[in-house]
């Protein structure tokens, strides 16, 4: 039973590039989250998303930010133009659904050079 | 919004017991959970309390008292690999919303 797949693991852009992330959810879950994680620091929620729906993103950024998580296929994070500020690890999460327990993927790592 | 505090590092020596406490502030509650991370690697999920009163499993216990929006991991008979980053992570706002909102994270060293 595989666990929740985030690829790539290392992502490496120069600024005003686009960064994609995908997330595969454990199976038979379908929430998902993504969250952004600096060095030293917290994980930032950024996004809750159910099969083709976004249920919140009170902590995307409104520019250059989205995610989706179609009916096939993996959630994906997109960052258009990226910033050196959006270097960082972005981590994925998945839950069967309601629980305090989410089971997180490894995490991307961006680089914006 | 939600908000949580705890505390930024606490270290300890081998066998002891360490607590690290969580405060929080929310628009509606569901529960506080507790995450393990090593290291920037995957969170890992300890506990979660729904209700007040304390879970225990194994050498770690998680306690809540939701009148005082507080909570605590209690870490008992550390080892060496218990090093790690230490999350605590509430559930709030409306019924439908099942996101968590992430304390700053305590770092636990543990010294031989």
């Known amino acids: 039973n595989a666990g929740v797949m985030q690829n790539p693991r290392h992502l490496v852009r120069r600024r005003g590039q686009e960064a994609r992330l995908r997330c595969s959810p454990m199976?038979?879950?379908?929430?998902v989250y993504w969250y952004r994680q600096l060095p030293e620091e917290g994980l930032k929620f950024m996004v809750y998303?159910?099969?083709?729906?976004?249920?919140?993103e009170s902590g995307m950024p409104k520019e250059r930010f989205s995610a989706e998580f179609p009916k096939e296929g993996p959630s994906i994070l997109r960052i258009q133009q990226v910033v050196r500020g959006d270097s960082a690890a972005y981590f994925c999460?998945?839950?069967?659904?309601?629980?305090?327990?989410?089971?997180f993927g490894e995490g991307s790592r961006l680089t914006v050079l | 919004g939600q908000s949580l505090e705890q505390p930024s590092e606490v270290t300890a020596v081998e066998g002891a017991i360490v607590q690290i406490n969580c405060t929080y502030q929310?628009?509606?509650?569901?529960?506080l959970s507790w995450y393990q991370q090593h290291d920037g690697g995957a969170p890992t999920f300890l506990s979660y309390?729904?209700?007040?009163g304390l879970e225990e499993t194994g050498r770690f216990s998680s306690f809540l008292s939701r009148s005082d929006s507080y909570g605590y991991l209690l870490l008992q008979e550390l080892q060496m690999k218990d090093s790690a980053s230490y999350f605590c992570?509430?559930?709030?706002?409306?019924?439908?919303?099942?996101?968590?909102?992430f304390g700053a994270g305590t770092t636990v060293t543990v010294r031989a």
């Open positions: 999460a998945s839950s069967p659904q309601g629980t305090g327990e989410l089971f």
């Open positions: 199976k038979g879950h379908s929430h």
């Open positions: 998303l159910q099969k083709e729906n976004i249920i919140d």
């Open positions: 929310t628009s509606g509650f569901y529960g």
């Open positions: 309390n729904a209700l007040d």
């Open positions: 992570a509430v559930r709030g706002g409306v019924s439908n919303d099942y996101k968590l909102s």
